[in-house]
């Protein structure tokens, strides 16, 4: 009789179209099932890549991925801290580790377990899966100046905390070798995209006619330069090396094939969600800060 009386239950909700409030749920059982993901943009198939890995973690352990975009905005991800707050997570996410004294305060304050993708801490009390985005700009320029390069700028748009970090990779290692010029930075707060890259290499260009080569910040910049220099006459890499950063879809086969930094983003994902798994679970984790490296892919445009 009781599962006579489930089934009609059951069948009204279905003719009714209700469906159930997953906040109201995690106050009634103490136990919520969602987990905010926040992200700078849908945009860029960097974070994309990190989304597909956590939801592949997540969802066979009955958790309910909940997607965040802040737009590099760190009031609007105030916003959506507090309204993700409100709902009891179980878990959270959040890219990188600028935000407001406000959100911060929030979040140790919320007690909801939280992991950081794609940079790395030296603090203790900090979970976080990445990589150093400025050691892999130093490595990228590095293998500029051993290429033989000496005239290398550094093009970036966007400029969010990990383009920064990046560039100072970038610097750190021309001070070292005494190659630093402060000219040759041409930053540009814009989104990035082909045809900022473009303009971007095009602008470079006139006002520095002896750059050998440029490292941009993103692929998304270089492969614009790298359709841009055909129609303005710059062989590639013999009168300008170009190189990039992350290995997108389509790096590898520009003409010629663009040299970039590969970043592990699948496997940020895949790890940080373990990793948060565990903390929501109560259970202990080996290491607070997985620094998960980056790969510098030389290929024929430098």
């Not at 906040?23 to 943009?41: D, E, F, G, H, N």
């Not at 997540?58 to 997607?67: D, H, K, T």
């Not at 990445?130 to 051993?146: I, K, N, P, V, Y």
């Not at 630093?180 to 006002?207: I, K, M």
Request: proline share 6%; charged share 20%; glycine share 6%.
């Amino acid at each position: 009789m009781a599962a006579e009386l489930v089934e009609r239950v059951r069948q009204a909700a279905d003719a009714l179209g209700y469906v159930p409030d997953p906040a109201a749920r995690a106050l009634a059982s103490q136990r919520s099932v969602l987990v905010p993901v926040l992200v700078p943009l849908l945009s860029n198939a960097l974070f994309v890549d990190v989304l597909e890995a956590v939801q592949r973690q997540l969802a066979p352990e009955g958790y309910q991925m909940l997607i965040g975009v802040t737009h590099y905005d760190p009031k609007e991800e105030e916003k959506l801290l507090a309204s993700y707050f409100a709902m009891r997570p179980a878990g959270l996410f959040l890219t990188g580790f600028d935000r407001t004294p406000d959100a911060r305060q929030r979040v140790a304050a919320s007690g909801v377990p939280c992991v950081h993708l794609m940079e790395t801490t030296r603090a203790n009390d900090v979970y976080c899966v990445g990589f150093s985005q400025q050691d892999a700009g130093e490595c990228m320029t590095q293998h500029l100046l051993g290429r033989g390069y000496r005239r290398i700028a550094f093009v970036a748009a966007q400029l969010d905390p990990r383009t920064l970090q990046r560039a100072e990779g970038y610097r750190r290692s021309l001070r070292a070798a005494g190659r630093y010029d402060p000219s040759l930075e041409l930053l540009r707060p814009e989104a990035s995209s082909l045809r900022v890259g473009g303009e971007l290499f095009a602008q470079l260009l006139r006002a520095h006619p002896d750059v050998d080569a440029v490292f941009f910040c993103n692929d998304d910049l270089a492969q614009g330069a790298l359709l841009a220099a055909p129609r303005l006459g710059v062989a590639v890499p013999d009168r300008v090396a170009i190189a990039g950063f992350n290995d997108l879809a389509g790096s590898e086969q520009m003409l010629p094939a663009l040299t970039t930094v590969r970043t592990p983003r699948s496997s940020i994902g895949e790890a940080s969600a373990r990793m948060l798994l565990s903390l929501m679970r109560g259970e202990p984790v080996a290491r607070n800060c997985v620094d998960l490296g980056f790969e510098l892919t030389v290929r024929s445009s430098t």
